[in-house]
């Protein structure tokens, strides 16, 4: 199993709010492994815009992909390898987001997490992950 820890931050910067989810998973599944997040796979509340990710495990192509696009940045996609007992952590980035769960302290999030024996994603499978996140929105100036 995977342990997923999270919390979020919603704030405007010029004119737009965007809500940063700082998340830690576990690895307890006794398995060294490689992991990623699936693009299109997260989701905070009513917010599923996730355009950037930071940290040690990047976005993944759906296993069954056959054209995807790449960040120069990043390189080719592949998984990050997690040891058995392992915590990794980073941020994942959701643009157009001002209020995750209008009114409540926290917000369901679920995030499709890849898994696989090697880094390539094509021979990963999906493990689907959530929590209710604490949420803070920060009012502008």
């Not at 392992?86 to 209020?99: D, E, M, T």
């Not at 995030?111 to 920060?138: E, H, I, N």
Request: hydrophobic share 40%.
């Amino acid at each position: 199993s995977f342990k997923l820890e999270a919390s979020a931050v919603s704030a405007k910067f010029n004119w737009l709010w965007n809500a940063t989810i700082s998340y830690s998973i576990t690895n307890n599944s006794g398995m060294n492994v490689y992991l990623g997040i699936m693009q299109g796979g997260v989701a905070i509340g009513n917010c599923t815009d996730a355009e950037e990710v930071r940290g040690s495990l990047q976005f993944l192509p759906n296993p069954h992909a056959t054209a995807y696009s790449v960040n120069p940045m990043q390189g080719p996609p592949r998984g990050a390898f997690v040891p058995a007992g392992a915590r990794v952590a980073g941020a994942i980035i959701l643009y157009n987001c001002p209020a995750p769960n209008p009114g409540y302290p926290t917000a369901p999030l679920s995030l499709s997490l890849m898994v696989g024996k090697t880094q390539a994603f094509q021979t990963m499978t999906t493990f689907p992950l959530s929590v209710d996140a604490p949420v803070r929105q920060l009012q502008s100036e």
